[in-house]
């Protein structure tokens, strides 16, 4: 994923070698198996068995390969700019130039290098503008000077004992959602005053999701084949796909600090930073969903892990936009380097991800959600996959809903009929006590005070009091103050619209009482409607 640059890349004739399915991954690598159950390993061809051997004299003083008991642990990043720490900086040499051509942008200070898993060796074979096929053995894709990723993943995999892939990839390619091409457009329409991009793309954008699944499942596909081709069982290691965070916000003059447009290089319209935040990425993390479980790999949902860090907030985790040449446009054509590091996650966006992965690594499930909720900047990780459901309330018969599709701090919480939108969608977080919107992870159910008759909207996510609910049969009770329930009001003579307050509990009213429930709606809103950009005029 790399933003205003192109891929420079040798096309070989033919596909050689099959993308193979049906292997399944485990929940956890367990202790290596003996030799004898493991598959034969596979020669190499004389290029690549050249290389192998000449990095495990590097890693041993001799070339042979070892039994996989006998090697030094590793773990390895494969994918594109969000995986190759592209925006951090500290790169390693070689990747960030001009003089012999090679921008995968490969940081010293990407997660990989940073976690907390075990290993004697960190390999980072990411490069900016990576695709999904660059990570298939034998597709005859390669990026400027480098080997294919498959490929590297199939050197590697000989000389040492691999324990986790971690796989970031599927935002690049022709037929998926092609990040660095929409994010260059949108930025420069802004720049230009040229009008919003977002209707340019989200009539498309299931379908260019679907293009991304589609070569994504083939890659993870590849990968594991690579794996058994290199003698390992399944057991033996770790298939992780994560997900995109999603970089930017229309909240972001929530900030009191806002730096401003410009300075602070988030320089999009806000319905673009809308349809990004609540249509763009949330559909997309479907999409890579369902390939890592139609491959087999384990799932770590990250798309929420930005929410109230993104650009321009108070402490944002990703780089904003900015030009590191100085010169945007040359000779009429926007130069392709100029800018290719923004909006990626930045030292702070990967210190999130190494925690996440750890995190991840050293769990058990299949799946799982990391988060930095309440403001603080600690991940957590939550097992499976978040489910946002609609607070529907017995008294009016209709949902909570966040006013105009917002989630600007002090968005009033009205009832609506119910459509399944995402400013209908919350999310209970036993561990704090909050309510959650499902638009942002940094929005929640925050009251004036713990009082009678104090109305509730939308607040930055801190854990104060204030935010702090329980759910008690039908009521939903301020966990302060047990005699204190969520209703809605009742304005006199219907001269505004009812609001969420907090009131003095009673069995006898039934705006006090709501059903907490699934969603299930053919075509909600936010997702086969264009509801999403909300009442955004900027």
């Not at 596909?15 to 956890?28: D, E, F, H, M």
């Not at 249509?279 to 997309?284: D, S, Y």
């Not at 307050?501 to 809103?525: D, E, I």
Request: aromatic letters at 10%.
């Amino acid at each position: 994923m790399s933003l205003f640059s192109r891929r420079s890349r040798a096309r070989v004739v033919g596909l050689v070698g099959a993308l193979v399915a049906g292997l399944t991954v485990p929940l956890l690598a367990s202790s290596p198996a003996s030799a004898v159950d493991r598959p034969a390993i596979q020669p190499l061809p004389a290029n690549l068995e050249s290389i192998r051997a000449q990095e495990a004299i590097a890693l041993y003083g001799s070339p042979e390969i070892r039994p996989l008991e006998a090697r030094k642990t590793a773990i390895i990043a494969m994918g594109d700019s969000e995986m190759s720490g592209e925006g951090v900086g500290n790169y390693e040499p070689g990747t960030h130039t001009g003089a012999v051509p090679n921008w995968c942008d490969r940081s010293i200070d990407q997660a990989v290098h940073r976690t907390g898993i075990p290993a004697d060796v960190t390999y980072n074979v990411a490069c900016s503008g990576g695709e999904p096929k660059d990570l298939v053995y034998g597709s005859g894709y390669t990026q400027w000077n480098e080997l294919n990723q498959g490929e590297n993943l199939a050197i590697k995999a000989r000389n040492t004992r691999i324990k986790l892939v971690w796989v970031i990839v599927g935002a690049n390619g022709a037929g998926n959602i092609e990040f660095g091409p929409v994010a260059t457009d949108c930025a420069v329409r802004r720049l230009l005053f040229q009008g919003a991009c977002w209707p340019t793309y989200t009539d498309v954008w299931a379908t260019r999701v679907a293009g991304s699944q589609q070569d994504v499942t083939n890659a993870l596909n590849s990968i594991k084949q690579t794996m058994t081709n290199a003698g390992y069982l399944a057991s033996d290691y770790q298939l992780v796909l994560q997900s995109y965070p999603s970089p930017g916000s229309p909240d972001v003059e929530d900030n009191p600090n806002f730096p401003g447009w410009y300075s602070g290089g988030c320089v999009l319209y806000l319905k673009d930073l809308a349809f990004a935040r609540n249509k763009a990425v949330p559909l997309f993390e479907k999409g890579l969903r369902a390939a890592a479980a139609a491959a087999g790999a384990r799932y770590l949902d990250a798309s929420r892990l930005f929410h109230g860090y993104e650009v321009c907030t108070e402490s944002p985790s990703v780089r904003g936009l900015w030009i590191e040449t100085g010169i945007l446009f040359e000779n009429g054509q926007l130069n392709e380097n100029a800018a290719r590091q923004s909006f990626h996650p930045n030292y702070r966006g990967h210190t999130m991800f190494a925690s996440c992965i750890t995190a991840f690594y050293n769990s058990t499930d299949p799946t799982a959600t990391c988060l930095a909720p309440n403001s603080t900047g600690q991940t957590v990780l939550l097992p499976g996959l978040l489910e946002f459901k609609e607070l529907k309330n017995i008294g009016t018969g209709n949902c909570l809903d966040a006013y105009g599709y917002n989630s600007r701090v002090g968005t009033n919480l009205n009832p609506y009929g119910c459509h399944g939108g995402r400013n209908q969608g919350f999310w209970y977080d036993p561990a704090r006590q909050t309510i959650v919107l499902e638009l942002s992870h940094d929005r929640c159910l925050t009251a004036s005070s713990v009082a009678n008759g104090k109305y509730v909207d939308l607040g930055d996510c801190t854990g104060a009091a204030t935010q702090k609910f329980v759910f008690s049969g039908q009521q939903i009770k301020s966990a302060g103050n047990a005699n204190l329930c969520l209703g809605f009001d009742s304005p006199l003579l219907g001269l505004w619209t009812p609001r969420l307050q907090l009131q003095t509990c009673s069995s006898s009213n039934n705006k006090q009482k709501w059903n907490f429930q699934s969603r299930n709606y053919a075509n909600p809103v936010g997702y086969g409607h264009d509801d999403f950009i909300g009442s955004m005029t900027y």
